[in-house]
């Protein structure tokens, strides 16, 4: 005899609950198949999780619910409940894969590249705030794409230009808990409370960056006050595209040279900058 045709489980990715005694086990991978084999007992059901990590098989008996994108069970032989689903945000936190939840294109591109990263990058988060520093909005980056925080959801980048006057300021992944609860009830958090990877990037925003022009008198006279250098715009890089526009700036103004670096090394792209043969 032989098995039943192998099928799809449901959309992708697919994480896997199990509910062991010392608490809830959590993966996800980029898809799931199942089938069932009249040469075993009857009842017995096969679910393999296939992933670049390695296939996992799970026999299952007792199939408690059995509907499109859900199925759930009891696995042989240790009778756990296992629950197969739909891969939501919160999953990579289950999985201790991330302390924030991930929009789940970003997961899918992991786990359907390597399960240990490799597929999505640099994977951070960035605040974009105004020239007053009122944050506006939280920015995951990663090579899988642009996602802006709103209502606690994740929406993807469409358009670059919604964001062109705002400065993007990298922070820490706990950033993400603070912001959506401003958001959610209806209040502007500031840059200043938010947890930055570095102080310096904070600058711009307490005027730090205004360069002023060195004035020379004849001596015992009165001498006007320095006036303040203009200051260019901050860029804003979330692309390679966006890097020959930044370093114009840059060149223009010196004062926005580390926020260029820092992009550039953060996107982990490979970049002469003009100013480094200078150096």
């Known amino acids: 005899m032989t098995s039943t045709p192998i099928v799809e489980f449901g959309p992708r990715p697919v994480t896997q609950e199990i509910y062991a005694p010392d608490g809830l086990i959590t993966r996800i991978s980029s898809r799931a198949v199942r089938w069932s084999d009249p040469a075993m007992d009857r009842g017995v059901l096969t679910v393999q999780m296939l992933d670049p990590a390695g296939d996992r098989a799970m026999f299952l008996s007792e199939i408690k619910l059995d509907v499109p994108?859900?199925?759930?069970?009891?696995?042989?032989?240790?009778?756990?409940?296992?629950?197969?689903?739909?891969?939501?945000?919160?999953?990579?936190?289950?999985?201790?894969?991330?302390?924030?939840?991930?929009?789940?294109?970003?997961?899918?591109?992991?786990?359907?590249?390597?399960?240990?990263?490799?597929?999505?990058?640099?994977v951070h988060l960035e605040a974009l705030a105004d020239d007053s520093g009122n944050v506006m909005t939280i920015m995951q980056v990663s090579d899988a794409g642009l996602y802006l925080r709103y209502s606690g959801q994740w929406v993807e980048l469409q358009d670059p230009d919604v964001i062109e006057n705002w400065g993007a300021v990298e922070v820490a992944d706990n950033a993400l808990t603070l912001y959506d609860a401003f958001d959610q009830s209806g209040q502007t958090v500031s840059l200043f409370t938010m947890p930055v990877k570095d102080v310096l990037d904070l600058a711009p925003y307490r005027g730090e960056a205004v360069a002023t022009v060195e004035m020379t008198g004849v001596a015992g006279s009165i001498e006007p006050e320095p006036k303040p250098v203009p200051v260019l715009p901050m860029p804003v890089i979330n692309s390679r595209r966006d890097v020959p526009g930044a370093v114009?700036?840059?060149?223009?103004?010196?004062?926005?040279?580390?926020?260029?670096?820092?992009?550039?090394?953060?996107?982990?792209?490979?970049?002469?900058?003009?100013?480094?043969?200078?150096?």
Do not use: F, M
């Open 248 to 279: 114009e700036t840059a060149l223009q103004d010196s004062s926005h040279r580390w926020y260029v670096e820092r992009r550039i090394k953060a996107l982990g792209l490979d970049y002469n900058l003009p100013w480094e043969a200078e150096e």
């Open 69 to 122: 994108g859900l199925l759930e069970g009891i696995s042989i032989p240790n009778g756990r409940l296992v629950r197969y689903r739909e891969t939501t945000e919160w999953d990579v936190v289950g999985a201790h894969i991330s302390s924030y939840p991930w929009p789940v294109p970003v997961i899918s591109a992991l786990v359907n590249t390597d399960y240990h990263g490799g597929g999505v990058g640099n």
